[in-house]
């Protein structure tokens, strides 16, 4: 299921953050960032896959920018 939302803490140095999303919950997301960098900004907003992780928990994938 694709989710929008705001990336609000993003952890350069180890990959990952969490994103508050339109469905009032925060996700968690790696570097799975679209475009393939590693870096995206607090305060972005994107959109993303929402799925289950590899430790049995929703985390957002393939995170893009919100056009």
């Not at 990959?15 to 997301?29: A, E, N, P, T």
């Amino acid at each position: 299921m694709r989710v929008n939302g705001v990336v609000v803490e993003f952890d350069e140095h180890r990959g990952d953050g969490w994103i508050d999303c339109d469905d009032g919950r925060w996700y968690f997301h790696c570097v799975d960032i679209a475009d393939g960098t590693r870096r995206i900004d607090n305060g972005s907003e994107v959109s993303g896959i929402r799925d289950v992780g590899h430790r049995g928990a929703d985390e957002v994938r393939d995170v893009r920018p919100r056009r």
